[in-house]
Structures are given as C-alpha cells and as structure tokens.
C-alpha cells in the first residue's frame, strides 16, 4: 500500500504546485491590464509628485470599520490621536455598519476625524476563509478616495500605534525618497505568547499595511477583491503589485505599532508557532518628535525584483473578521 500511495503523494504535490503558478500567472495577466509599471513614470512626473518629500505634508490616516466602534474609538483613533506628527487627518469609513459606531466617533469632538458610511457590507465571497482574505476591499478604497494629504497611513480598527509612527516613517520616507516605507508590528496574542512581522524584503507573512505609509499618488493602486482568487490575502496583493511594479519600498528595522489577535483568531496557531521561533521584539527606543527625526538606517529598493511568498499566516487589511 505504501509503494503504491507514495507516488500518488508526489503527483497530487506536482499538481499542487502547477495549480499555484498557473494562479500566479493569470493574477499577473490579469493584472498587466492595469498598465503598471508604466503609470508609475506619469506619476512620478506630475509637479505635485515633489511635494510629498519636503516639510511637514499632510498625512491621511485609512480606516475601515465593521462592528467594532469600542475599539475603533478607544484603540486604533487614540493611537492617531496621540501621534507626536500634527499635521494629519483620519477618513474612517464603515463597511455598512448598523450599531452606533458613527455616534462614537462624533463623540470624540475631533474635526480631524471624518466618518462616513457605506449603505451595505461588501459584497465579498460567502466562504469563509476567502472573505476573510479580502474583507474590508471596499470600505479601504472608499476611504484612500476620500483622502486629501500628500501620504496616506492605514491602519485596522483594533490596531494601534506607537506615538511617533507618522513621525519615524515620514522622515524615513523623505530621506529615502520611498514610496512606501514600513516598520515592525509587536504581535499580541491574547491569553498567548508575543511575537511580531516586518522584515526585508516585503514578502506575505512580514508585511502588513498597519505598519506602512505610502505616498498618495498611488492611491491609483486599490484594494482588489479579486485577491481571493489567487489565494492572496487583500494586503499582501496589494503591497505584491506595488512591489513588482517598481514602487520603490523602504523598511526601517524598528517597531511601529502593535496587532492584537483575539483568542479565536484565524492562524492563531501559526502566531504561536512564529512566538515559539522568533520570540518577542526588544523594547523600542523613546518616542520622537516630528522636528529633528533621524530614523534607523533601513533598506531600500528602486526597481524591485518579485519578492518570495513564503507564509501563510499573514496579516491582512479587515480587522472586521480577525476574531
């Protein structure tokens, strides 16, 4: 029995393997028709393009919300509201919430912070795991439309900050002159261990947009629900298309903000797995001020090569559907 299911183990593993470079390949014909990379040179000429790399420019702050008012207010909002960079704006868009997260938010008295609605949730696929590659698509993009700064900082709503976020990655991003520049995220596991994401190269399982900030001129790349169809997580599709495009990505070695995972989280286990593997990450040095910030010396990339996807347990862009 042995002999004869061994080699029916490596074909079902070839087929595997075939089917996930053919997604591969009709992710990115799929995706050519969008007409990068050659958009980025239009972009990259607009006079307005300059004006992201010098003083103190506007920072949007992107969230989607969905069910989570408590934590979208209290958590994620207070972070933003504690950042030592002030010139900066939130755009919090609802994924078609029904409780009282809009009254939440008026709550707070801070016109910096606008909220709006979508009239319905989604749509997005009805199985499980693929919903959960992709929700929050639609709110993201509703809300990175709605932005008017020269960067754009996204953030989950049951996520936070550390208080000098906008402050590290913006000095980071001018004196690189990246168009995306991200950090570390201190993953915690409630009732589990502490680990953490962010690591060069960006790659599915170290990158996550919680951690990032992006130039806004390429808010003309959007969330795609079709990420589930090539098995990819909303986030990572999104950051994997900037990448082999030639956005030029900047990471700085130091973390930036914290990702809770509930106790029936998805790929909980893989978190843990990651804890037991890579421990937790040293305390970060002392919060700086936006004027005189000299950001940890990172690691860049003008015209990137297509970057490995190699884990599973990713973060991704809803906070929505994480528990």
């Not at 997604?23 to 990379?37: C, D, F, I, S």
């Not at 969230?63 to 704006?89: D, F, K, M």
């Not at 060069?200 to 130039?215: I, K, M, R, S, T």
Request: with cysteine; charged share 30%; glycine share 8%.
């Amino acid at each position: 029995m042995t002999d004869r299911s061994d080699p029916l183990v490596e074909r079902v593993a070839r087929l595997e393997r075939e089917v996930g470079a053919l997604r591969a390949l009709l992710a990115r014909t799929y995706e050519k028709v969008e007409g990068w990379p050659r958009r980025l040179d239009e972009i990259r000429s607009r006079p307005e393009y300059e004006d992201a790399f010098a003083g103190s420019p506007l920072v949007s702050v992107r969230i989607g919300t969905y069910r989570g008012g408590e934590t979208l207010c209290h958590r994620a909002l207070a972070s933003v509201r504690r950042q030592t960079y002030p010139n900066w704006e939130a755009v919090v868009v609802g994924d078609g919430c029904e409780d009282d997260t809009a009254e939440q938010v008026e709550a707070l008295g801070d016109d910096r912070i606008r909220f709006f609605n979508r009239p319905v949730n989604g749509p997005y696929p009805e199985a499980p795991e693929l919903r959960w590659m992709v929700a929050g698509t639609h709110a993201f993009n509703d809300a990175v439309a709605r932005t008017r700064g020269r960067w754009i900082a996204p953030l989950d709503q049951d996520d936070e900050w550390d208080d000098d976020h906008v402050a590290v990655l913006l000095a980071a991003a001018q004196r690189a002159r990246a168009e995306v520049v991200y950090g570390q995220m201190r993953v915690l596991v409630e009732d589990g261990p502490e680990t953490w994401f962010g690591a060069w190269p960006p790659q599915l399982g170290d990158f996550g947009f919680q951690a990032a900030l992006y130039h806004a001129d390429l808010k003309e790349f959007r969330y795609d629900v079709n990420a589930a169809l090539v098995d990819e997580p909303g986030d990572w599709n999104l950051a994997r298309r900037m990448w082999e495009a030639g956005v030029r990505f900047h990471f700085v070695p130091r973390p930036v903000g914290t990702y809770y995972l509930g106790p029936d989280g998805r790929n909980r286990a893989t978190w843990e797995q990651r804890a037991a593997e890579r421990g937790a990450l040293p305390q970060p040095p002392a919060p700086v001020r936006a004027e005189g910030v000299e950001p940890s010396k990172g690691f860049s990339a003008r015209r990137p090569k297509s970057a490995s996807v190699q884990v599973r347990g990713c973060p991704r862009g809803s906070a929505s559907d994480r528990e």
